[in-house]
């Protein structure tokens, strides 16, 4: 998994500073997607492309990409599909979001990552290449949103960084592919009477959708539910077992979450605080700076729709 075709990031070294000004320039929001900047760094290796990288599928990088077609041999419809992306070579693959991403990296995801750095305001080259720049512009962005602060871009840097995009969720692929966790989301929100949006913005933070998530703690799954917590759903609130699957994760993680919903009579605010913090600690030390920036973030996602 590491590719080091450095040279080649050489040839695609962009700095943002001219890229953020291309920005104000951009069309609506809807109309820009960050893996298109990873195509757009891709074909720019080629030669094939020389605009803005601004993550916008426009005349000129469709055009880009029909030439590419035509020179590997592929069908010419202009759309980076996976036999465009693996044609494209290291730059190609993989799309945001399949991988955690650290120094020494490179590829498309990793252009997407720098490419969304910049727009929040941390100015790196957009190259495909991580770099220690990137990691340390990574540390900045991890420290202002009070996550992790490793320069590595895991599931939770990766769902922050993507603030409710569905095609830069993190996944792995697997049976329960995004639209398949959004589903069991609602289905047991549904059951259990509580706020779909809100169970979905929760989970989306904590792993991005990622059925198959395991943090150093031992939290698993969607919802990130930690042993100790199914152990007293299973016990105190369902007083029954529920199985370690992607639906069973999630049932636990939203009854949890109904649980404390009640406990601070409805407060969303202190319940996801109390989610986050622990409701004993809530209780007793208020809540944290990092568990307001957790909340705030959740309470965003829930506004935005994920």
């Known amino acids: 998994m590491g590719e080091t075709t450095v040279p080649v990031a050489r040839r695609t070294l962009v700095f943002c500073a001219a890229g953020v000004a291309a920005f104000a320039l951009a069309p609506a929001a809807q109309a820009l997607n960050p893996q298109t900047a990873g195509l757009q760094v891709a074909l720019r290796a080629y030669g094939l492309y020389g605009g803005a990288i601004d993550g916008i599928a426009g005349p000129n990088t469709v055009a880009a990409t029909r030439a590419f077609q035509g020179r590997a041999g592929l069908h010419v419809d202009g759309r980076a599909g996976l ?27 990793v252009s997407v990552l720098q490419f969304l750095l910049a727009r929040r305001g941390h100015l790196v080259p957009v190259s495909g290449y991580f770099d220690g720049a990137t990691a340390r512009a990574l540390r900045r962005y991890q420290r202002g949103r ?57 989970a989306w933070m904590e792993s991005g959708y990622h059925p198959g998530l395991v943090s150093t703690s031992g939290a698993r799954g969607v919802m990130q539910v930690l042993p100790v917590t199914k152990d007293y759903v299973e016990t105190v609130l369902l007083r029954r077992k529920v199985p370690w699957t992607v639906s069973g994760g999630i049932q636990v993680g939203v009854v949890f979450l109904r649980q404390l919903l009640r406990e601070f009579n409805g407060n969303e605010r202190l319940a996801l605080a109390a989610w986050y913090q622990g409701p004993a600690s809530i209780r007793r030390n208020g809540v944290s700076p990092g568990t307001r920036a957790f909340v705030a973030d959740v309470l965003a996602l829930k506004r935005r729709g994920v």
């Not at 036999?83 to 650290?102: I, Q, S």
């Not at 959004?182 to 706020?195: K, M, Q, S």
């Open 83 to 109: 036999r465009t992306r693996r044609a494209l070579g290291p730059l190609g693959m993989p799309l945001f979001g399949r991988r955690t991403l650290r120094a020494g990296k490179f590829g498309w995801d």
């Open 146 to 202: 009070r996550l992790q602060v490793d320069g590595i871009a895991g599931p939770r840097t990766m769902a922050s960084l993507a603030r409710g995009r569905p095609a830069l969720a993190p996944s792995r692929g697997g049976a329960h592919p995004v639209v398949g966790v959004r589903a069991l989301l609602g289905h047991w929100a549904r059951v259990y009477n509580v706020d779909t949006r809100l169970v979905r913005a929760l």
